[in-house]
């Protein structure tokens, strides 16, 4: 491992690191636009010179590998001219746009402009080339070619990780510019990621554009619940609402990356069909009520139906889009309180949902299967108690946030449940299943509670909650712990800390992890 020194610390590095890698291992940035960990090196920006000793010039740090004993300087006088005329070429012909730019307060060129120029312009404004402005280049981006520095990161991105090469840079000299091949727009389920990268206001997205200042927003680490990827995302929000999502590196899953399908799965979250009260059904009509009446009502009925008709005459199936703590706290309470062990999983996609590709993008739609299966839980379990039903061996149904309508479909959801004597649903929307209950019940959805998923590939990662949920929506936890106080009298976690301490010390896949020790990129499952 070369030892070397950079602005005056020493530096252990890794063999084959550049010096942009090393000097982040202490903190220090050197200015870059053009490279990134993912992507080949073209060293083109020449924002990251710095001063090497003993080299004849200076050197861009991005293709400069680290060796034993070498001596960088990224703050001498000679790296901060270097640096300082790199951003004046860049600034040229760039438009005085920052007031308007979506960018503003991401973008490296304010930001460098601040640290290593901070210069008025010796460049006319009427002589600025012209470009493109607002240019919509397809998949739900748009093209500023006047602001583009032509780093090539998104040309880059396209021809090495999707492999589709859908932009380009034509012409020469300051008439460089990144565009389409004429007629032939970006048509590509990852071209949001071109967005992330771009390190100006070049790229942006149409769905964010104008909608909201970035310094506004609050960032929360969490996982996109799209599919069983599971890509580790940070949630941008304001004031309960989400306005964008954004991947997050995590090498044991999604590395820098993540699908458009995923980037824009949170609007699926922010529907006017939210709930927000306890429901029941009279006279043909789902009416309100209040918390209280809600879990007594419940407790009484499944008490009467476990005297009447024995415990198991009550069944429960959990969608795959339950955390694993939800799972565990309702598993648990089905076989405590109630005493029945009717439980069946359900990970369904819906028709015409896309496939597993190359990259990231899975076909099973459900970012808990694994988890569910982990413990113990079938997915294979509804066609046993369609038949319980049937029979009149089960009398009662909880859906836990399972559209069990939507995923069957009415006719067939009637064949197998029609001749259930109570449905209750606990879900955060109202759906068609919702219309088929006895009771509902607001439960908070994802990004409104902490807890866990686990991929396809046993990887437990952490969901945390970014803010309340709406009006008197409970999290699940907390109305399973209630109705199980009202079944049994005992109390039960509540916490998403709680649940996974239990769930780990009683369901061998769990053996082992901790809440906190998932860390930001999570755990694998114990080897069974």
């Known amino acids: 491992m070369p030892k070397l020194t950079i602005d005056g610390q020493q530096v252990d590095a890794p063999d084959g690191v550049n010096l942009i890698q090393a000097a982040e291992q202490v903190g220090i940035e050197i200015p870059h636009y053009c490279y990134h960990p993912a992507l080949t090196i073209v060293g083109n920006c020449r924002m990251c010179l710095v001063e090497i000793e003993k080299a004849p010039k200076l050197q861009i740090a991005c293709n400069t590998k680290v060796a034993e004993g070498m001596v960088v300087h990224t703050r001498s006088d000679k790296a901060k001219t270097a640096q300082r005329a790199v951003l004046e070429f860049l600034l040229i012909n760039h438009p005085i746009d920052c007031p308007i730019c979506d960018q503003a307060g991401e973008c490296k060129l304010q930001d460098y402009y601040m640290d290593y120029d901070h ?42 990780i999707t492999k589709t090469s859908e932009l380009a840079i034509f012409e020469r000299g300051d008439h460089n510019r990144i565009d389409i091949n004429p007629g032939q727009p970006i048509n590509n389920k990852y071209a949001g990621n071109v967005i992330d990268i771009c390190p100006v206001g070049a790229l942006t997205e149409k769905d964010f554009r104008f909608r909201m200042r970035v310094w506004y927003l609050h960032r929360t680490p969490s996982v996109c619940a799209g599919c ?267 916490s998403a800390d709680a649940v996974f301490a239990a769930m780990a010390n009683q369901v061998p896949a769990f053996n082992g992890l901790s809440f906190s020790g998932l860390g930001p990129h999570g755990a694998d499952l114990a080897k069974q």
């Open 119 to 160: 210069a008025p312009s010796r460049f006319p404004l009427a002589e600025k080339n012209r470009k493109g402005k607002a240019l919509d280049i397809g998949s739900d981006v748009m093209l500023d070619q006047e602001r583009c520095i032509l780093c090539a990161r998104c040309t880059r991105f396209f021809d090495e």
């Open 228 to 494: 069983e990827r599971g890509c580790s995302i940070d949630m941008d929000h304001q004031r309960g609402r989400i306005y964008r999502y954004k991947p997050r590196f995590n090498p044991a899953v999604n590395d820098y990356w993540m699908c458009d399908e995923g980037r824009h799965s949170f609007l699926g979250l922010q529907n006017e069909t939210r709930l927000i009260t306890p429901l029941v059904q009279a006279k043909d009509e789902l009416v309100g009520e209040t918390w209280g009446e809600a879990i007594r009502r419940a407790a009484t009925i499944i008490g009467n139906f476990k005297n009447q008709n024995g415990a198991r005459s009550i069944g429960a199936v959990i969608d795959a889009h339950t955390t694993n703590e939800e799972a565990f706290a309702l598993k648990q309470l089905m076989s405590t309180a109630v005493g029945s062990d009717r439980i069946a999983g359900l990970s369904w996609s819906p028709p015409g949902a896309s496939g597993d590709d190359d990259l990231l993008i899975r076909a099973n739609k459900n970012p808990n299967t694994r988890g569910l299966a982990a413990l113990g839980i079938a997915a294979d379990g509804l066609d046993s108690m369609a038949e319980a039903v049937a029979s009149g061996d089960m009398k009662m149904l909880i859906a836990f946030r399972a559209d069990l309508v939507r995923a069957l479909g009415e006719a067939e959801f009637i064949k197998r449940f029609g001749a259930l004597d109570y449905l209750l649903v606990l879900s955060t929307d109202a759906n068609e299943t919702c219309q088929m209950a006895n009771q509902v019940w607001p439960i908070a959805a994802y990004p409104e509670i902490d807890g866990s998923f686990t991929n396809f590939k046993g990887r437990v990662q952490r969901i945390r909650e970014a803010f309340p949920p709406p009006g008197n929506a409970l999290s699940a936890l907390e109305a399973i712990a209630r109705l199980g106080h009202a079944l049994d009298g005992a109390e039960r976690p509540k």
